[in-house]
């Protein structure tokens, strides 16, 4: 009989200490939206990965290969744990220190911001990258004041900035009843 509660509390024990792990991501299965996870001796089975949302509005963020997690185990048992993205470490620290923003850092250097105190979004892009917005309804934006900086050509209803040309009229134009030229570039 003694045995046998022996045995029922090592089981207690092991579980008990595998109901939280922290360990590193070491596979990574993206198409099925899984991981494995190395945490100490424990190697883990393809477990999913929680999300911030994941019913009709979906959020998408892969957790990568040598990240640092913690995986929650039910019964403590690892096969049917969940990984929770992410812990900051020393090889990745955390890129800001108030609490007063949320920011995104990127691998390839792009950063979107956002302080609340300040009221201020910043997206900043690497030289390479491009930026594409689709709204097939508008795009309205309200300012004060604000600049629009453009290396190339301008669009806007079809009509060329860099090479757009309007009719002279009479009156205090020179030259009435021809075209303008382009704009100096």
């Not at 979906?58 to 969940?82: F, K, L, R």
């Not at 690497?126 to 795009?139: C, E, F, M, Q, W």
Request: hydrophobic content about 35%; aromatic content about 6%.
């Amino acid at each position: 009989m003694i045995d046998n509660v022996l045995e029922r509390l090592t089981e207690l024990e092991r579980r008990l200490s595998n109901v939280f792990l922290i360990g590193n991501i070491i596979d990574a299965d993206y198409e099925n939206a899984l991981v494995k996870v190395e945490a100490g001796k424990i190697q883990t089975g393809w477990l999913p990965w929680i999300t911030a949302r994941a019913s009709n509005d979906v959020d998408y963020w892969a957790p990568e290969i040598s990240e640092q997690v913690a995986v929650m185990c039910p019964n403590g048992d690892p096969e049917i744990g969940v990984v929770l993205p992410a812990i900051y470490q020393n090889n990745y620290p955390a890129t800001d220190s108030r609490p007063t923003i949320r920011k995104t850092t990127f691998a390839d250097g792009a950063v979107f911001s956002y302080d609340r105190e300040q009221h201020h979004v910043d997206v900043a892009l690497p030289d390479s990258a491009t930026l594409n917005i689709v709204a097939k309804g508008g795009v309205t934006i309200n300012a004060e004041e604000g600049h629009v900086t453009v290396n190339g050509d301008v669009i806007a209803d079809g009509v060329s900035l860099i090479h757009h040309t309007h009719p002279q009229t009479g009156g205090d134009h020179f030259g009435g009843g021809t075209d303008t030229e382009k704009p100096n570039q």
